[in-house]
């Protein structure tokens, strides 16, 4: 009798292999500073839809066109505004990503019928080596099924997308979480369209201008329109376990103990000092770059433990933790204690 062996092992692949892979139009997982994104050359359809399928993430979500320099930058935007040439210079290779005018050509798909196209140059050795043995601009959303939390190692990209997914292995992410996204329109307004680890104070301070507000009609205004970043739902970056957050510690405490009482099995995630509750504790530093760098490999463990509630403390919501709120927010659904 033959059985049907299901090799487990994981396809590890080299730069070189991972290089040719998307010159023939496949898909690969990739490594960045900030997450692992799934890659595929953005110049062939056929290539971007494999994102598509692979992610099941519904079509409409445009994608981020990873690039090896600046120089590229006009390869993929119609407009290239004097303020997002500044913030290139600052921020790029860098956790920054840049919507912009897009070209005629683009792709509807990289750009999800929208009018712009979004351009990153990714700060992490392997991902700009390949970015220059392969010659493509890649584009690339983050590695994980639709609405599930983001791999910031090469294991979580498999523990998601499955053990056959080939993985470029560029060590853990230092990052952590998803770049900041900044739309530039032609007359060089911005507006952050996803928090990151550059803060809106960083970028404001580089562009010398503010970010531009949405005017309302009533006064008299002219109407601004505010570009939208699709794929930003609320429900996003999901564990698997239900998720309980808390303002403050104290209420988070007295959360676990009734839980506990009725029989349920809690972890808690606390940021910094401060009492704890009698459950499982995982306290991260009270560091915004720290927490950013451990919080998606945090939640990913804290998952896998498979019991009924997780219970999260929310940083203060000041600027340089807005990027940590927003990914700690959305993994809860918006709902907050
Ligand atoms: O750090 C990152 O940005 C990671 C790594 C892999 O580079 N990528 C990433 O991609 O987070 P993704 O697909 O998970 O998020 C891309 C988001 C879209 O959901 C959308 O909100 C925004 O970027 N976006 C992309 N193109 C856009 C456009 N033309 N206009 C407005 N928003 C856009
Ligand atoms: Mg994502």
Known sequence: MFFHVVSTLNMRISLEEAAARLKRGEVVAIPTETVYGLAADASNDEALQKIFTTKQRPADHPLIVHIADINQVSN????????????????WPGALTLVLPAKAHV???????????ALRVPNHPTALALLKLSGLSVAAP??????????????????????????????????GIESTIVSVAENGQWQLLRPGMISETDIAQVAEQPQQVKKSLSSGMVE??????????????????????????????QACDALTQASLKCVALLIG?????????????????????????????????????????????????????????RAGGGINH
């Open 142 to 175: 983050s590695a994980n099924l639709f609405t599930q939390l983001s791999p910031t190692t090469a294991e979580h990209v498999e523990a998601g997308l499955g053990a056959t997914m080939p993985v470029l292995d560029g060590g853990a992410c230092t990052v």
């Open 273 to 329: 000092e401060g009492n704890a509750p009698a459950c499982t504790v995982i306290r991260l530093s009270s560091q915004p770059a720290e927490v950013a760098e451990q919080l998606y490999s945090t939640l990913h463990h804290l998952d896998a433990l498979k019991v009924d509630r997780l219970l999260l403390e929310l940083p203060p919501n000041t600027p340089a933790w807005a990027a940590v709120l927003d990914r700690l927010s």
């Open 224 to 253: 601004i329109r505010t570009p939208k970043a699709p794929g930003q739902h609320a429900l996003h970056y999901s564990p698997r376990t239900p998720l309980m957050l808390f303002k403050d510690k104290a209420t988070l405490i």
């Open 76 to 91: 993929w935007a119609a407009a290239f505004p004097d303020i997002a040439v500044k913030l290139a210079k600052a921020f």
């Open 107 to 117: 792709s509807r798909i990289v750009r999800g019928n929208e009018p712009t196209i």
